[in-house]
């Protein structure tokens, strides 16, 4: 099925907008005046995101020892920024828990590669010591939503796509692209950059395939293809893209990382997530 750039946009102008609560989070975060207080009204307004932001909280990947029963308390166990990423998954949760049967995913598991991923990324950034990990987290969070825009279109095509991935052993992405004329990871830049986010991590999510085009933030975007790569290795919400997908070594020597770094994180995210179908 062919589909026009005109498609795609009423798509993406189909998609929900993050909610108003997450964007006055991201507003008083960005205060140096804001206090703990008005921060915990706003999350508390929305007692379901209250929930998701408590659960997401208590992951093992924050390694709190102790039950955090408030928000309040996630406020002063996390920070600022922890909890604005955070409020920005939970507000975006509904939008990826979902089936996307084009890429062969069951409900919820976009949702945990995401998710994953976001905290993947966040891991890495602080690994080679990347000076805004948030960033990582919500483009690592992000990088797939265009799957959810393409996902109608791939239901038709997935197997056309497949079959030459399987004969040309061409990556999926690239195959994608061919059949459809655009990649998911295009598409994802648009719903990023309507959802007004800095520009460094729409480029991150729009090229998370092919880190080497970056040129806003090439850091960042190696960090998220890198991320994205350790959670398909990891076995963690795969698709069918998953398919014919490495570590371009590019991205690995702009950190002076190789595969048994990567591997080594691999090895210290796997004892985090086990807990991960808590997240969804």
Same mark, same amino acid.
């Given at each position: ?5 005109? $498609?795609?946009v009423?798509?993406?102008? /189909? ?14 975060? $960005? ?8 921060? /915990?009204?706003a999350?508390?307004r ?34 600022f ?10 507000s975006?949760?509904n939008?990826?828990?979902? $089936?996307?049967?084009? +890429? ?5 598991e ?27 987290f ?21 197997? $056309? ?6 004969r040309?052993?061409?990556?999926f ?18 719903v ?7 520009? /460094? ?8 395939h092919?880190p080497? /085009? ?29 398919l014919? +997908? ?5 991205t690995?020597?702009?950190f ?25």
């Open positions: 099925m062919a589909i026009s750039l005109e $498609e795609i009423r798509n993406v102008n /189909d998609l929900p907008t993050m909610s108003s609560i997450a964007v006055q989070v991201i507003r008083l975060t $960005e205060d140096p005046y804001s206090t703990v207080k008005q921060l /915990d009204e999350i508390c929305d007692q379901a995101m209250a929930a998701k932001v408590l659960r997401l909280s208590n992951s093992a990947y924050y390694g709190y020892s102790r039950h955090i029963a408030t928000i309040v308390e996630a406020i002063g166990v996390l920070g920024s922890t909890i604005r990423d955070l409020v920005v998954a939970a975006v949760n939008v990826l828990n979902r $089936e996307v049967q084009g +890429y062969q995913m069951a409900r919820g976009i949702w945990r590669h995401s998710i994953t991923c976001a905290m993947t990324a966040r891991a890495i950034a602080q690994r080679v010591r990347f000076p805004a990990a948030d960033r990582a919500i483009a690592g969070l992000m990088h797939d939503i265009g799957k959810v825009i393409l996902n109608i279109y791939m239901v038709d095509s997935y197997g $056309e796509i497949i079959e030459r991935v399987r040309e052993q061409r990556p992405s690239a195959v994608e692209e061919d059949v459809l004329g655009f990649t998911h990871a295009t598409v994802g830049g648009m990023a950059d309507k959802w007004n986010l800095p520009t /460094d991590q729409v480029e991150a999510i729009a090229c998370h092919t080497l /085009d970056a040129r806003e933030s090439p850091q960042l975007t190696a960090i998220i293809h890198l991320a994205d790569v350790v959670c398909m290795a990891m076995g963690i919400g795969l698709g069918g893209d998953a014919h +997908y490495s570590f371009a070594g590019e690995l020597a702009l002076g990382l190789n595969e048994l770094d990567m591997e080594l994180i691999m090895a210290e995210l796997a004892e985090l997530m086990g807990d991960i179908n808590m997240l969804n």
